[in-house]
């Protein structure tokens, strides 16, 4: 049953699971020396993660290389627990993306009231003798055409703050739930040997991952071959750590992080969990205060 | 073909004579009404001078020797961690529990702190015991805690448990028993 409902999801995103398709190309012998050949292994294997409660286990993914168009696993790099094995808290995704939709909306609708429409100064027809309601003013909002009362005045800002706590389990949430679902994939940089975009497009297609991806980095000056290759294609866009969120994270299907990126992730939302002043995040966002 | 000039003398003087005076009446020095900074005087703050001396005269050293005297009075960034100790000059221990031993495990809040809570609501009439951050098997533990406190006070508690965001809600003030019961079991 759930192996169909997988199948169905799969053919509908038009794409399959990686952990039906892929192989791991690598041999176990020549593994170690393929992944220390092609780059700096310090940062694969064992890290020391800080902050571990000794209840989670470090999650583990691969570190794929991504200057080939075939998927080459090069290590496993262990990820923080309560970054990226935290709660999958939907309910709180859901607050963040709907925070970050209304903060920068303004609505524009709008509505005259009755003194704002022209007119309207004179008594329609005599208080008494007349067998007809009393009436003041055709724009009275009881009259047809006439002003609306408590309708909508433009400009309306809907912005607010979600509560610091919320907006860092909201990434929290998201990255687990990426790395949960299999749409996270780790590369050592973002060095590709063309600034083609057909390469890119052939990764994605031969890698089954998502059609849309968002690859981040900690740098926000990315290499040129890769810029140039992402610029043509709309689904495929580059981030900054700095500008990481939970609303393009959802946006994208698949997210494609740097190593450096991940460290720096990590040690950011560390940093946010653990830190001494977390209540003067909000201070500043305080209504109704003196 | 130059025209002649008329300077009339008397009102240059006058002039300068108000000026002088308006500048000491209003007490502004020359020098910061003359400067090409915007002449934004608020009246109650005396003109910026960039070249006035300071109050209290300092030096600038750069030295990590001295500096780590003044990392010491900032606040820390994260949350110090205690050094371990024989004896704590507080009620406050840290975990001893092994996070492997039970079916669940309650890992202890940024701030080192078990994290029960007590919610008050309705204008002090609803009373709610919450623990947070459950991990593990939540059901095992409820029934643990629902048994202990039953011995503790005799009563029957009314339970609630959000597997979803590891909280178990009991209600009424059950907080005293909850971090006695925790603290029994090393968490």
Redesign the interface.
Known sequence: MIGQRLLFISLRAGRKFSTEAAEIIEKSSDFALRAATRFPVANVGKRTLPFLDGYDPPKQAWVESFDTVEEVKLGIMDLHPAVFGAMPRIDLIRENVKWQQLYRFVSYAHTRVRSEMPGGGRKPWPQKGMGRARHGSIRSPLFKGGGISHGPRSPTPHFYMLPFAQRVMGLLSTLSIKLAQDDLHIVPNLDIPTEDPEFLEDVVRTRNWGISVLIVDVDDIMPRNITVASDAINHINLMPVYGLNVYSMLKHETLVLTMAAVEKIEERLLYQLHRSDAMCKEKKFKVNQV | MNAPVLIDTNSIAMALKNFVRALQVSNYSLKGLISTRPATNFGFLPPFDPEAKPKVEFEVIKSPEVWKYVDRVL?????PVPRPREEYHSDWRPPTAD??QLPY?I??N?NLMTPVYLIIRKRGTQRITRIRHV??DIFAMEADLRKYIKEQTGRELGMRVDE???HISIRGDFVYHVKNWLEEKGF
Do not use: A, Q, S, T
């Open positions: 606040p820390p960034k994260l949350i996070p492997k495990y890992p202890r940024k991990k593990g979803f965001c590891g």
